[in-house]
């Protein structure tokens, strides 16, 4: 079975200061890892994502995640964050097999990240 | 870009009432999902459906139904509400497996969520 893991439920960060909203996963076979942010009151947008290739993944809004096989990790960073910033995010893993011809993600329970101005 | 639409934002029920939560989607998506989100608990699988007319239950299907009668649109259904179920319903869909392309990986779309209580 699949799980996904954020150990933080939140992450509270000066503007400007480097962050890091952590995740590890289990899955058998290759991961197919996800990210997603939420803003109050609204659904869950797409971050990015990793398939295969380079471990160090980019996605929008200048947020980028490193994905770690030995560690089984695939923390989401950001160089500098913005007050904007601030929101849930979740990781998700793809399930190895899903059937009846659907993917399924299983999420991570969420980090509230603040960005304190 | 994909759009994902749910039909009300916010509803407020009262105990026993059927209520109905409308979800459509622009991108020809085979796969339609519902899930709830409640704090600490993050995102559980109601209901998915891969095909008109076809359902799988997810992790917490009690006390929900669906109905998949086109592509397009998903509808949950609570059949008689209870207060358990004040919660953020979020509608999500993806292409289905066996689609060639870039976006063939279980990316999913969602919708803007229907917060629901139930007094």
């Known amino acids: 079975a699949q799980s996904v893991a954020q150990p933080e439920d939140q992450v509270n960060v000066a503007e400007g200061n480097p962050l890091t909203v952590k995740c590890t996963y289990s899955v058998s076979g290759n991961p197919y890892l996800f990210w997603y942010v939420q803003y109050p009151n609204r659904g869950l947008q797409f971050l990015l994502k990793y398939i295969t290739g380079d471990n160090l993944v980019k996605g929008s809004y200048g947020f980028e995640a490193e994905f770690n096989k030995s560690q089984t990790s695939f923390h989401l960073k950001k160089p500098s964050a913005l007050v904007s910033d601030s929101a849930l995010y979740f990781c998700?893993?793809?399930?190895?097999?899903?059937?009846?011809?659907?993917?399924?993600?299983?999420f991570g329970k969420g980090t509230k990240l603040s960005v304190i101005p | 870009d994909v759009k994902v639409t749910q039909s009300s934002r916010y509803l407020v029920k009262r105990t026993g009432e059927k209520v109905f939560l409308e979800c459509v989607q622009d991108?020809?998506?085979?796969?339609m999902f519902w899930y709830r989100q409640d704090p600490g608990l993050g995102l559980r699988l109601i209901y998915f459906?891969?095909?008109?007319?076809?359902?799988e239950k997810g992790d917490i299907p009690e006390g929900y139904s669906v109905s998949r009668e086109k592509k397009e649109r998903f509808s949950l259904i609570l059949e008689s509400a209870s207060t358990n179920q004040t919660s953020m319903y979020l509608c999500?869909?993806?292409?289905?497996?066996?689609?060639?392309?870039?976006?063939?990986?279980?990316?999913?779309?969602f919708g803007e969520g229907s917060r629901l209580t139930v007094l």
């Open positions: 459906s891969y095909d008109v007319k076809m359902k």
């Open positions: 999500a869909s993806s292409f289905r497996k066996r689609r060639q392309g870039p976006s063939n990986t279980g990316e999913l779309f």
């Open positions: 998700a893993v793809r399930h190895t097999y899903s059937g009846a011809g659907s993917y399924q993600l299983t």
């Open positions: 991108m020809d998506h085979e796969n």
